[in-house]
């Protein structure tokens, strides 16, 4: 079994700060970690993946992140954020061997202050 | 560009309905699912599926069932409606990772 675990359901953070966004998986395997973006009103867009090539994963909007098997985690960083940064953030787990059938961490919303 | 289409964005139903939600990819995918999304739950898959009228159960099937009669359509039943299935409904599809998904039905049980 799998399971996502999103520390922090809401993050606030001011305009050009850093943001991290924690994420920690349980998994037998090792497994494709996945970050997405939700922005109000609308569906889950991909940010970046880890598919087991480079550890440090670049995604779209400046945003990356690191899978540290040691620590079982995967941590989405942008070095500056922006106003249009605020939504919710899902971290989600894939074992290899199941295609792409997804679990899901709780969320992480995250408001960016001027 | 691709696309999930979700027939509904707002829905309100009443206690015992037969509630459908439809789906419509248009990417040729083989696999497509269907989520729940609840505040602090994140999504939980229902159903998915990975090619014509082949099914099969995600972690929380119960009171709902699933119909694809084509590749490009994946339909979710609510089978008896009730309160505890209000929620938000997300279509996806994919071949291998990624999931693209749609923009979700928020989904009111009266």
């Known amino acids: 079994a799998q399971s996502v675990t999103q520390l922090g359901s809401h993050v606030s953070v001011s305009e050009g700060a850093l943001v991290l966004l924690r994420c920690n998986y349980s998994s037998s395997v090792p497994p494709y970690l996945f970050w997405y973006v939700q922005y109000p009103n609308q569906g889950l867009q991909l940010l970046l993946k ?7 994963v670049k995604g779209i909007n400046g945003f990356e992140a690191e899978f540290k098997k040691s620590e079982t985690s995967f941590h989405l960083t942008k070095p500056s954020a922006h106003m249009s940064d605020a939504a919710e953030y899902f971290c989600a787990v894939s074992p290899k061997a199941a295609g ?8 992480t919303r ?3 202050k001027p | 560009d691709v696309k999930v289409t979700q027939s509904s964005r707002y829905l309100v139903k009443r206690t015992g309905e037969k509630v459908f939600l439809e789906c419509v990819q248009d990417m ?3 696999n497509m699912f269907w989520y729940r999304q609840d505040p ?3 999504l939980r898959l229902i159903y998915f599926s990975y090619d014509v009228k082949m099914k099969e159960k995600g972690d929380i099937p119960e009171g709902y069932s699933v119909s694809r ?3 490009e359509r994946f339909s979710l039943i609510l089978e008896s409606a009730s309160t505890n299935q209000t929620s938000m409904y997300l279509c996806a599809s994919g071949g291998n990772q990624p ?3 749609g923009d979700g039905t928020r989904l009111s049980i009266l």
């Open chain 2, 99 to 101: 999931q693209h998904f």
């Open chain 2, 40 to 42: 602090g739950l994140g």
């Open chain 2, 28 to 30: 040729d995918h083989e």
């Open chain 1, 50 to 56: 880890y598919t087991s090539a480079a550890t440090l």
């Open chain 2, 69 to 71: 009669e084509k590749k």
């Open chain 1, 110 to 112: 995250v408001l960016v």
């Open chain 1, 100 to 107: 792409n059938k997804l679990t899901f961490g709780g969320g």
